[in-house]
C-alpha cells in the first residue's frame, strides 16, 4: 500500500502528522514531508494512514494499494 499526498490540495494545517506521528512529519514550513509524492506504507501503518487521510481537510491524502 502506497500514501501519497497532493501537493495543489495540502494547505499545512498538519493534522495528518498530528494523528499519524510514526508515518508523516512536517517540514520547515508546516507542510507534510511527503506533499507532491507517494511512498511505500511501512508493515503495521496502515490505521495510522488511513486516520491521517480521514482527518485532512482538503482531502489531500490518498492511499492506494499499489
Do not use: N
Request: negative net charge; contains cysteine.
Amino acid at each position: 500500500m502506497k500514501v501519497s499526498v497532493d501537493a495543489q490540495k495540502c494547505s499545512g494545517h498538519g493534522r495528518c502528522y498530528t494523528v499519524a506521528p510514526g508515518l508523516l512529519e512536517p517540514d520547515d514550513e508546516g507542510f507534510v514531508t511527503i506533499r507532491g509524492s507517494a511512498v511505500d506504507l511501512p508493515p503495521g501503518s496502515a490505521a495510522d494512514a488511513r486516520k491521517a487521510a480521514e482527518w485532512c481537510p482538503e482531502g489531500a491524502i490518498t492511499l492506494t494499494d499499489d
